[in-house]
């Protein structure tokens, strides 16, 4: 167990819905890591959060957005849902940013169904 | 866009064997780690090489890297069934930035 939750497991839904997926870092760990796992695509990098604030950017989509709470959990959002967008969402946290501290903690994902 | 790229692909042994993959980047870089997958798990982190080292050793892990080839391995020794999992090589480029950008995986499967 890595201490990383995320919420939902599963997700179906349907094209042109908006969903919100969930994340819990590790106790005391304050950067937040977002990436999305498709078939085809490997692993990408989505969007990193330190203490709140945006640190980096990744290929994500204009119909995606993120952000870290004041409790440090962190949400991403996706709206208008295509077909494409069927990925697990992988969640991650660290102590600080990756490039000082190197490992990243991750969660057991977020399997996104779109029909 | 992928920073490492991991060879082969797929790699497919028998218990006992050692399984030995390749990662190479294309960009001067921080560190380099090296992560697992079980099919459809979370990624777990299995070590961590900075930009000033050559050789680093975990348990029966040997990771190399080789900055002047742009380029690391990941060996395995002794083998087990229970090592079949995706195995990722992720960088952190030089200059600040805080992407951990990881390669598309070798798939390594260890036949009992």
């Known amino acids: 167990d890595s201490g990383v939750t995320q919420t939902p497991k599963h997700l179906i839904t349907a094209t042109g819905q908006r969903v919100t997926l969930r994340c819990s870092p590790r106790?005391?760990?304050?950067?937040v890591y977002w990436y999305q796992q498709s078939l085809d695509q490997g692993l990408q990098f989505l969007i990193q959060?330190?203490?709140?604030?945006?640190?980096a950017k990744g290929n994500i989509l204009e119909r995606f957005s993120a952000q870290q709470f004041p409790d440090l959990h962190s949400e991403l959002n996706l709206s208008s849902l295509e077909l494409g967008d069927s990925a697990l969402y992988f969640c991650?946290?660290?102590?600080?940013?990756?490039?000082?501290?190197?490992?990243?903690?991750f969660g057991e994902g977020s399997r996104l169904t779109v029909l | 866009s992928q920073q490492g790229e991991e060879d082969p692909q797929a790699l497919s042994i028998q218990e006992g064997e050692n399984a030995t993959m390749n990662c190479s980047y294309k960009?001067?870089?921080?560190?380099l780690q090296w992560y697992r997958q079980n099919s459809g798990r979370g990624l777990v982190h299995l070590i961590l090489i900075r930009s000033n080292e050559r050789e680093k050793h975990s348990g029966r892990l040997r990771v190399t890297l080789d900055t002047s080839k742009k380029s690391s391995s990941l060996l395995i020794t002794a083998s087990r069934a229970a090592d079949t999992a995706s195995y990722f090589c992720?960088?952190?480029?030089?200059?600040?930035?805080?992407?951990?950008?990881f390669g598309k995986g070798t798939k390594l499967t260890v036949n009992p």
């Open positions: 992720a960088t952190i480029t030089q200059g600040g930035s805080e992407k951990l950008v």
């Open positions: 959060y330190y203490n709140g604030e945006e640190r």
């Open positions: 991650a946290s660290s102590v600080g940013p990756a490039g000082n501290t190197g490992e990243l903690f």
């Open positions: 106790s005391g760990d304050l950067s």
């Open positions: 960009t001067s870089i921080n560190n």
